[in-house]
């Protein structure tokens, strides 16, 4: 129980001191040009690596599980444009029906 | 999504958070109930999820201590996956003015979706937007949390509903919206191969982290 409580207070004071050390050390003034330049990709690249390490890693370890499958049905979901609930459904609905079946 | 409006509203970006909210409320739900398996505690749970408000580290934590993992390795993991709230939160910075209590209040409610709603392209974010979407998506984080933690064992075990996958569908959702052009295309594959391959060998959170060399193209003119 203890544990718990030092769990919370370490990562909510780090998490709240690596979202605000940004703004608070630059905020509101314009990034410079080159650096703007990276930061435009920043969202594709980290969310990229968010959907592989979340579908293919188990701890330090790659692996091709129903995650995969999942995401490639949501893969398809997304190539049909359909809506981010339905993307996410899809997805889910199909890891589950791999695992059933397995 | 209908960008093209000069000046997007607080509620703008809540309708534009609102089917995420939905599925963040699920995955809130199912850190509620993984949290009773890795002992965290009713209070503790809510407490992390309304303080961290940061998803996948919350879950990393959570199952590493379910699996019997230490306390420090659940921290490192936790913290290490949010180590990406450093260029995200530098990313953002710009676009929250006023005085400091506030630029650090508003930070807060940066987390991977409401982040990415709130990209207007080119690297600059709207913080009616961000501030929006980041208050729905908490209600629907912290309340979902403490449902689940209340429902618990009644919802059984989330694999088996697929919602592990779920996860990473959300987000490859978020990116369709985020990849412009072929370079956007080029540095999401270069990072999601970076991230891929040094899985097996740096702690869990750290690829992600690394990934973000990809943006590194960007320094390149157009």
New interface residues.
């Given amino acids: 129980m203890i544990d718990a409580w030092v769990l919370v207070a370490v990562v909510g004071a780090c998490t709240i001191a690596l979202k605000s050390l940004g703004p608070l050390a630059i905020g509101g003034r314009e990034l410079p040009r080159p650096v703007l330049g990276v930061v435009a990709f920043l969202a594709p690249t980290l969310l990229a690596a968010l959907i592989v390490t979340q579908t293919f890693a188990d701890g330090r370890h790659l692996t091709l599980d129903a995650r995969a499958v999942g995401l490639a049905g949501g893969v398809v979901a997304v190539i049909l444009r359909a809506p981010v609930l339905v993307v996410v459904v899809v997805a889910a609905g199909a890891a589950a029906a791999t695992r059933a079946l397995a | 999504m209908n960008r093209t409006e000069s000046s997007p509203r607080v509620r703008d970006g809540a309708r534009l958070a609102a089917?995420?909210a939905?599925?963040v409320a699920a995955f809130g739900l199912t850190f509620g109930v993984l949290s009773r398996d890795a002992?965290?505690?009713t209070v503790?749970a809510v407490?992390?999820s309304a303080?961290?408000?940061?998803g996948?580290?919350?879950f990393a934590?959570a199952s590493v201590?379910s699996a019997g993992g230490t306390?420090a390795a659940?921290?490192a993991a936790?913290?290490l996956l949010?180590?990406?709230?450093?260029?995200?939160?530098?990313?953002?910075?710009?676009a929250?003015?006023?005085p400091?209590w506030q630029?650090?209040l508003?930070?807060?409610l940066?987390v991977?979706e409401s982040?990415?709603v709130s990209?207007l392209?080119?690297?600059?974010y709207d913080p009616r937007l961000l501030l929006g979407a980041g208050l729905t998506l908490y209600g629907a984080w912290v309340g979902g949390t403490i449902v689940g933690t209340l429902a618990g064992s009644i919802l059984g075990d989330p694999?088996?509903?697929?919602?592990?996958?779920?996860?990473?569908?959300?987000?490859?959702?978020?990116?369709?919206g985020?990849?412009r052009g072929r370079?956007?295309v080029v540095?999401?594959?270069?990072?999601?191969g970076?991230?891929?391959s040094l899985?097996?060998?740096?702690?869990?959170g750290l690829?992600?982290v690394a990934?973000?060399v990809?943006?590194?193209?960007?320094?390149r003119g157009r």
Avoid: K, M
């Fill in positions: 089917p995420l939905v599925a002992g965290l505690g503790a407490v992390f303080t961290t408000f940061a996948s580290a919350q934590a201590l306390l659940a921290i936790a913290v949010n180590a990406r709230y450093l260029p995200i939160g530098l990313s953002v910075a710009p929250l003015r006023g400091a630029r650090g508003r930070a807060q940066v991977d982040w990415a990209h392209g080119g690297g600059r694999e088996t509903l697929g919602l592990d996958a779920a996860f990473p569908a959300l987000f490859l959702a978020l990116l369709a985020q990849v370079r956007g540095v999401a594959l270069l990072g999601a970076i991230a891929v899985v097996p060998f740096v702690p869990v690829p992600i990934a973000s990809a943006c590194l193209l960007g320094l």
